[in-house]
């Protein structure tokens, strides 16, 4: 999480209200999901209806996926306002891993209105970048 800013949106992720708040002043540049349902949830919400939702699939012993976190937390930080970020850990939701085909790590979904509108598998910041700019 970040320091949140007066006035305005601090972020589309924190304002999904299905998952827990950040700390007062605080702000999600991106939510690290905790249950299957969350997610669910998550997608249904408004906001996810409105703006794209970005899933980064991920597991920690992975170093391509170690080298993506930076990408895409800075990436997350400077769309905050524009989309919804959530990383989803492969270890801890296999079902959510079977629903959305991820074969390889890192896996990043681009989804709008619950459809894939894009996907990037592997270490690639341009192509994430891409996908991103052009869906919001």
């Known amino acids: 999480s970040r320091r ?5 949106i601090m972020s589309l992720t924190t304002n999904v209200d299905v998952f827990k ?3 007062r ?13 969350e997610l669910e949830s998550a997608l249904a919400h408004p906001l996810a209806q409105t703006y794209p939702v970005v899933l980064m699939f991920w597991a920690s012993w992975n170093e391509p996926c170690r080298v993506m976190m930076r990408p895409f937390r800075a ?3 400077a769309k905050r306002r524009a989309a919804i970020f959530c990383q ?3 270890d801890k ?3 959510i891993v079977e629903r959305y085909r991820v074969e390889a790590l890192p896996t990043f979904l681009l989804l709008k209105q619950g ?3 894009g996907r990037v598998v592997g270490a690639k910041v341009g192509d994430l970048s ?7």
């Open 4 to 8: 949140g800013s007066k006035g305005g």
């Open 21 to 23: 708040p950040p700390r």
């Open 25 to 37: 002043g605080y702000y999600w540049s991106y939510y690290i999901i905790t249950s299957s349902q």
């Open 75 to 77: 990436m997350a930080v």
């Open 88 to 90: 989803v850990d492969v």
């Open 93 to 95: 939701f296999k079902d």
């Open 115 to 117: 459809v894939e509108k």
């Open 130 to 136: 891409n996908i991103i700019m052009a869906n919001i």
